[in-house]
């Protein structure tokens, strides 16, 4: 699919405000360290074996408002950074390279997840603001999930192998520690529970939500 024929699928989002399809604090399989980990909602790539279908739609899900997610990643003292997922990130690259400023600005370190490669990022044809997403993040994992290349491997960073660690910031080069093949689990005050990790679907019937 084509990227006009993605971003044909894309609702309005209100400015400053980000569509999410959730959030978590102190995640520790999600990028180096203890982490805020924010699911976009959005993505018509609909990689085969995807672990995260829910993600696809772009209909509004979770309004969220750039001050009030960059107050709340904040708001969590074990947070050393926060991770962008999805969906697709960069197809809400402008408000998501506030957030990241803002918390950088914190002192924190900010990384993202991609089905683009870094190359289409820097296209011509990428998404509005992709570079300036760019620009401020320490961390990119690029590139589709590919069923057919996937790595079941506990000391593997990414889930296939056409995908890449890209370190914009020397200083968390030896910080990827991070595995592939774990899950957590995250039980909220309302009941609701939130699993993340790359094998999702082989254990729990269960997605942000």
Same mark, same amino acid.
């Given at each position: 699919?084509?990227?006009?024929?993605?971003?044909?699928?894309?609702?309005?989002?209100?400015?400053?405000?980000?569509?999410?399809?959730?959030?978590?604090?102190?995640?520790?399989?999600?990028?180096?360290?203890?982490?805020?980990?924010?699911?976009?909602?959005?993505?018509?790539?609909?990689?085969?074996?995807?672990?995260?279908?829910?993600?696809?739609?772009?209909?509004?899900?979770?309004?969220?408002?750039?001050?009030?997610?960059?107050?709340?990643?904040?708001?969590?003292?074990?947070?050393?950074? #926060?991770?962008?997922?999805?969906?697709?990130?960069?197809?809400?690259? $402008?408000?998501?390279?506030?957030?990241?400023?803002?918390?950088?600005?914190?002192?924190?370190?900010?990384?993202?997840?991609?089905?683009? $490669?870094? $190359?289409?990022?820097?296209?011509?044809?990428?998404?509005?603001?992709?570079?300036?997403?760019?620009?401020?993040? !320490?961390?990119?994992?690029?590139?589709?999930?590919?069923?057919?290349?996937?790595?079941?491997?506990?000391?593997?960073?990414?889930?296939?192998?056409?995908?890449? #660690?890209?370190?914009?910031?020397?200083?968390?080069?030896?910080?990827? $520690?991070?595995?592939?093949?774990?899950?957590?689990?995250? #039980?909220?005050? !309302?009941?609701?529970?939130?699993?993340?990790?790359?094998?999702?679907?082989?254990?729990?019937?269960?997605?942000?939500?």
């Amino acid at each position: 699919m084509s990227l006009t024929q993605m971003s044909e699928k894309m609702v309005d989002i209100p400015s400053n405000h980000l569509n999410i399809m959730g959030y978590v604090d102190r995640s520790e399989v999600n990028g180096p360290g203890c982490r805020a980990v924010v699911w976009v909602q959005g993505c018509r790539r609909e990689c085969p074996g995807c672990f995260n279908t829910a993600s696809w739609p772009f209909a509004i899900n979770q309004l969220i408002s750039v001050d009030e997610l960059v107050e709340r990643i904040l708001s969590e003292s074990e947070n050393e950074g #926060v991770t962008f997922s999805g969906g697709e990130p960069f197809w809400q690259a $402008t408000a998501l390279a506030e957030v990241a400023r803002r918390v950088k600005a914190a002192g924190k370190n900010v990384m993202s997840f991609s089905g683009f $490669t870094l $190359t289409e990022l820097r296209s011509p044809t990428a998404p509005t603001n992709a570079q300036v997403l760019l620009d401020q993040l !320490d961390i990119l994992i690029d590139g589709p999930y590919l069923e057919s290349q996937a790595i079941h491997d506990p000391t593997s960073p990414v889930s296939s192998k056409n995908q890449r #660690v890209n370190i914009f910031s020397p200083a968390l080069s030896d910080r990827i $520690t991070w595995a592939s093949d774990q899950i957590e689990v995250h #039980v909220l005050k !309302d009941g609701r529970r939130i699993v993340t990790g790359y094998r999702v679907q082989d254990y729990l019937n269960c997605c942000p939500a």
